[in-house]
């Protein structure tokens, strides 16, 4: 057993994989996840966030309704060295682009209902949780978040990040309108 220092949420998740795998790290409604389906999903995804051009220090978006795969996500952004960016699902179009434009998030993982809100070219590259968008708020690919999730594809390197490294940026709702 290979116990990492718990500076990083990927840290914490690998230790708490390899002391209890199959015990029970999320409950969605009647769905019941182990931290090794945590662990595996969030690696497949992680996989598919390098592959799409995701380096170290880049932000992630996540624009989804809390479920199990919004918390895959958080840490498939983690492992990939990312920050992630969790997008209320109530905010509009307008406050997407402006969260987007103001911390450089080129990649987002969302609703595909939220997604088909967007504004032209918001992001360039997606992944979508339901059936696919009719959006040009995506001026590039659009890839199956499901279809990632269950690949079964590891993380082609493991990025060092450490307590010092940025992990997440929050956005609240402001009274202008914008966060």
């Keep these: 057993m290979s116990v990492h220092p718990e500076f990083t949420l990927h840290d914490l998740l690998h230790n708490s ?30 996989a598919a966030l390098q592959d799409s051009g995701v380096e170290k220090g880049d932000r992630v978006g996540i624009y989804m309704e809390k479920s199990w795969e919004a918390i895959v996500a958080m840490l498939a952004a983690s492992r990939a060295g990312a920050a992630f960016v969790n997008l209320n699902p109530m905010f509009k179009p307008p406050q997407v682009r402006y969260v987007t434009e103001d911390c450089d998030i080129r990649v987002m993982i969302g609703d595909s209902e939220k997604l088909a809100e967007l504004e032209q070219k918001t992001v360039e590259r997606a992944f979508y949780r339901g059936d696919p968008p009719d959006s040009s708020g995506v001026s590039g690919e659009l890839t199956d978040l499901d279809e990632a999730l269950q690949s079964g594809d590891s993380p082609r390197e493991v990025r060092q990040v450490s307590e010092v490294d940025l992990g997440t940026i929050l956005y609240t709702s402001g009274p202008t309108g914008m966060p």
Excluded at 19 to 46: F, N, W
Aim: proline share 3%.
């Design 17 to 46: 994989a390899e002391r209890y795998p199959d015990k029970a790290a999320i409950v969605d409604g009647g769905s019941e996840h182990t931290y090794e389906d945590l662990s595996r999903q969030s690696g497949a995804l992680s």
